[in-house]
């Protein structure tokens, strides 16, 4: 069936369902899909263009650019689209790479657009009503008359997005990932025999997309990249959303939207970087640990033996302690308080996992807003300490004595304490712990630290926070 033919039998089915876990079947399938699945985030996500689009900025409608994981059903989000502008009466003129364009017009059909490119149809299209949609590639080349709205819909490939994003001025969206319960939902509907152990097996290796949900779980753990390069995987989450062309870094990171539970709808403004699932999240730090120590082998030839470079060692520790802490576990710590018997007492901590690595706070960040959760600071100079976990403040070394310096310093950074007081000290301060981790062989050798720096407010510091070592192994 031509394509064209195929996109009319498909457009003149499409009957307005504006209800959420819907299911429309097509006769026709230019796109690949017989049948559309209307997920709940679609009506909200729509509403949220609509919404976009109406405000007018400075004379001009802003363009939305909407990114997903591949596989998490941004056609079938295009198609769902085309339902509610065919209700509306509006013509929507779709940009798709290699294809040309074509014309979805309520009253004519669809038609293929001879040899006219996008940009010439935004400066000669009268209809301020129709919609312009680009799918994998820049609708335009060049600024154009914004007075249409427009939508590019891409997975997280920065050739294809960021350009025409940063010229236009764009608003970006982002598509949620499945949740186990809709995928559930979505299989009955689409009439495939799968138990609720069957998806929840699928998903170690697919997470929350469904386009693989008919592939044999076998083949599915084949597609997972086991051996990857660290670099390229770094540099996903360091240039956040950017795929580069070829790879399978989708297979490991996708990106999911937060849910807002008072308002009963997902935040499409913001984003989240997960695993696709703790499965795959367990194979990739497994691996990368093993790629890092085979790294970290010569330099740790060079701290061995009569050649010693505490930096270097240091450095090492102080990044093993933080992957250690940042997954979290119950940690006992020995308490440096001078006491009257020679035996010291323990206090045993336990610190939730942080998902995603730790968060990291700036000079005026908040680590009490960041309860239950691993920060370090943004600089790795930060006065004091390393981290924190509030209300325990980590210090890393391999010393067998640390002297504290700038503790007030650092402790007027950060919130709980803008403007720290002697007032401060019973309420504020004497909740915290300073905690020293340090290589379980120094650990017995360590006391309490003398030096909390000169000035009065230090020496109060020291008397009021309580000392501890945690050593690791």
């Not at 919404?51 to 802003?62: A, D, G, L, S, Y």
């Not at 929507?92 to 669809?110: N, Q």
């Not at 403007?419 to 309420?427: C, E, G, P």
Request: hydrophobic share 35%; glycine share 6%.
């Amino acid at each position: 069936m031509p394509a064209v033919k195929a996109m009319n039998v498909m457009y003149n089915e499409l009957v307005h369902h504006a209800d959420a876990e819907d299911m429309v079947d097509f006769v026709g399938a230019p796109f690949g899909i017989d049948k559309l699945f209307i997920r709940r985030c679609y009506v909200s996500l729509y509403e949220m263009c609509t919404n976009v689009w109406k405000t007018v900025e400075q004379k001009f409608i802003r363009p939305i650019v909407l990114l997903g994981t591949p596989g998490i059903g941004k056609s079938c989000f295009f198609m769902y689209l085309l339902m509610r502008e065919k209700e509306k009466g509006n013509r929507v003129f779709f940009k798709v790479d290699d294809s040309g364009t074509f014309l979805f017009d309520p009253r004519e059909g669809v038609a293929k657009m001879p040899r006219v490119d996008m940009d010439d149809l935004f400066i000669s299209e009268v209809d301020t009503n129709t919609l312009f949609v680009a799918d994998a590639v820049p609708p335009i080349r060049r600024p154009y008359p914004r007075k249409h709205r427009v939508i590019l819909i891409t997975s997280p490939k920065r050739s294809v997005w960021f350009d025409f994003d940063k010229q236009c001025r764009g608003v970006q969206l982002y598509l949620p990932l499945w949740s186990y319960d809709e995928i559930v939902t979505y299989c009955r509907k689409m009439g495939y025999r799968l138990s609720g152990k069957e998806i929840a097996e699928k998903m170690k290796w697919i997470g929350g997309t469904v386009r693989n949900l008919d592939t044999d779980t076998t083949k599915l753990k084949a597609n997972i990249p086991f051996h990857f390069s660290p670099d390229s995987f770094e540099s996903i989450l360091l240039q956040k959303i950017e795929w580069k062309a070829g790879s399978s870094s989708h297979r490991l990171v996708h990106i999911d939207v937060p849910f807002d539970k008072k308002k009963g709808r997902h935040q499409f403004r913001k984003y989240n970087l997960v695993f696709a699932s703790d499965t795959i999240q367990e194979i990739v730090l497994n691996g990368m640990k093993k790629i890092e120590l085979s790294r970290l082998g010569p330099m740790l030839s060079l701290c061995s033996g009569g050649y010693t470079d505490r930096t270097v060692s240091g450095i090492l520790f102080e990044h093993i302690a933080h992957r250690i802490l940042e997954r979290g576990g119950t940690f006992t710590c020995t308490s440096l308080e001078e006491n009257e018997s020679d035996k010291r007492s323990t206090m045993s901590i336990t610190l939730g996992p942080t998902e995603h690595g730790a968060r990291v706070f700036k000079e005026d960040g908040d680590i009490l807003g960041m309860k239950d959760q691993y920060c370090v600071p943004h600089v790795p100079n930060f006065p004091a300490f390393d981290a924190a976990y509030y209300p325990y403040l980590f210090q890393m070394t391999i010393r067998k004595e640390h002297p504290v310096t700038s503790m007030h310093k650092a402790l007027q950074k950060v919130s709980p304490f803008p403007h720290l007081t002697s007032a401060d000290f019973q309420t504020k301060v004497k909740k915290c712990f300073l905690i020293f981790v340090v290589p379980s062989e120094i650990a017995n050798e360590w006391t309490k630290k003398q030096h909390f720096g000169g000035d009065r407010m230090e020496q109060c510091l020291r008397k009021h926070i309580k000392q501890f070592v945690l050593p690791l192994d």
